[in-house]
DNA sequence: GATGAATGAGTGTTCATTCAT
DNA sequence: GATGAATGAACACTCATTCAT
């Protein structure tokens, strides 16, 4: 009767089920749409029991909203990484770009609808959280800038990518998209640099 | 007093009808989130009978297609207007900003379900035919555009107007915002008129 | 405005409608089914509106019964109609057969559908009517039959003769089945005549 | 203590459910025809809720075929057990005839109806299959009967007797109905043994 | 007398959630 | 701590029926 060593992964094998509902999650959004996501099918798909899923997420919503998070394009974590190693040995404006498309790969249904959960589950205050490491580096590497200009680079950036995703353009992972994201960004910024460039006409 | 008049106002009469339930979808959107948003509430809250509104779409996902549509943030109708009607005495791009703008206005939590509906609903290549209207407008003042940087920039501009509702950020109607907007549009554009500005660094 | 001549075939018109009607809504149950039987379709294949087919059945109940009643088995006036003509040159017993198969043909879905309609629409009382023309030809032909011999008797062939075309077999049509009928009814009523024949072992 | 007994048990109450609820079910048609044959309906006069019902019958489509083979008038295990204990003493005839009779006992409305049902639900192919055990047992008894007169015979006495049924004639228990009904059976086997009884008048 | 748009009670069915084992 | 049978509120949708034109 000695469970001694189940006690020990307590937490890891918590963190581990939470993984797997969530994975589970994704693809059933992946391959059946909001359609077939029901709770009960998430749970059959992780290999646990409906009971078990309610332990771990209290309801639906944040079992969504967890998922949203997950799969929406930009985690911090995963950014900062692919700003950090993006980083090694290219420009910073290049990293950058590529660190957006590299957030914007892979399960392109599942994101699509997560990004609609997300929309709606996340308070209108709580999107602006997402760029905050962006805005960092970019103040990091570019000079303190303006908030609304930081603001204008990241959204109007992350639009272009999005879209791209979205639309399912081929020219997604050319050389010349990425040439032309990073025109943009050096473009912007050497405009906002010289604040002489203020002068706009009517 | 022949029924040849009749014809006219019975479809006329369609139409109120579909607007009256479109309206009475959006309010609900708005108010209640996707959880009020039965049909059995569109028809109570647009004042007719449930089986009206089933005589006029056929299934809930129609209904919520049509709502996206028209909630979405660029019907081509809308949009030619306030190309044209903005374009009076202002530079084409500050217009088209001015356009994107206007586009974006009002009913944010409606708008923001709606997209999200918008991307699950429809078809990856729909998607870019709104911007159809944008990109001939550019290449009628700007020279006609490689299409990748028409994109890009067609994109951009939304992601950051898109952005900044969503966000719903308090610069939404400023001049400076808008300035940067078009800072940016100017931008892009020169660099991409000038084809010498197309050695990146690695 | 002299409607003069609209006034004449009221009542032909009328039961013109009626029987349009009912052709309708039989089309309709043999190809679609119990399913596609709404009073809107039968309407709509009748080529009127549904205020005007609720001016000749007041309700939904009352038109399937007249359908029950029309696609049923036995019509007194057509069964009439096939003993008197099928007699002409038969054995009265070979008329009788020939009378049940033909009341059994063609539109067997319709049929099928429509004997459980009018099972359940029919007050088991009423059944019995429907073999009145036979019993009474049965009497006129064969001497007075004791009432339960006469029904024994209908019922059997009748029987028999519905479960080949419920069943579908292949030798409705067939010469054997029909000589095997009229074996039956034959040995039956040499047996009934022969009251000897009554001593039935325990 | 082992949990060994338990899925037994677990399987004996699916059966039970089933059971209750088909007999929920058979009550209701009873009681209020059709009409007041809902799915909701049956759940509670089982008394288990409608998700529960569900969860054996997958639509009402299933459950409403379930109930026509259990109300229909022959099932196989039941016909076998009346064939084999009506035969102690009995002539093989009128155990038979006996056994038709207990089959058709009982409920009759809902008998009624779910005839209809029947027909509507089962293929033609599926009816005749209906009849193979008493086939069988008139083979054994009888000596190997020609397939036409096999069928004559069992649909001939099936539709008297489902006709007393339907009918509601008062004689349906008495001798006399009885013995009409061996009369005909022994009838018929004596002319089709004697094939010189073929010859039957134009 | 015909029309057919409108009605809305009622139906089958789903699925998030609970809780006894 | 896991299980999954049971629950039942809630929903999308149908269709018999009415009545203003």
């Known amino acids: 009767m000695s469970d001694g060593e189940r006690k020990i992964p307590r937490q890891k094998r ?13 693809q059933l959004l992946e391959r059946s749409g909001l359609d077939g996501f029901t ?11 409906i009971g ?33 190693e993006g980083g090694a040995g ?3 404006d290049r990293a950058l770009v590529r660190a957006f498309v590299g957030a914007f790969q892979g399960r392109a249904r599942a ?11 996340t ?18 590497t ?9 603001f204008v680079l ?5 639009g272009a990518l999005r879209s791209a995703v979205l639309e399912g353009v081929d020219f997604l992972h050319d050389r010349a998209f990425e040439d032309e994201l990073v025109s943009l960004s050096r473009a912007y910024l050497a405009q906002v640099r010289s604040r002489a460039a203020a002068q706009v006409s009517p």
Chains 1, 2, 3, 4 share one sequence.
């Open 14 to 26: 918590a963190a581990e089920t939470v993984e797997i509902i969530l994975e589970a999650a994704a």
């Open 39 to 49: 709770t009960n099918a998430v749970a059959e798909r992780a290999g646990i029991s």
């Open 52 to 84: 078990t899923l309610y332990r771990y997420f209290p309801n639906k919503r944040v079992l969504m909203h967890a998922l949203a998070e997950r799969e929406s394009d930009l985690h911090g974590a995963e950014m900062q990484r692919l700003l950090r």
């Open 90 to 92: 290219l420009a910073p």
């Open 111 to 121: 994101r699509r609808i997560a990004m609609g959960i997300w929309f709606e589950t």
């Open 123 to 140: 308070p209108a205050e709580a999107l602006a959280s997402r760029f905050d490491a962006v805005t960092q580096t970019l103040n990091q």
């Open 142 to 150: 570019q000079g303190t800038l303006e908030p609304i200009s930081a």
């Open 154 to 158: 990241t959204r109007a950036m992350h």
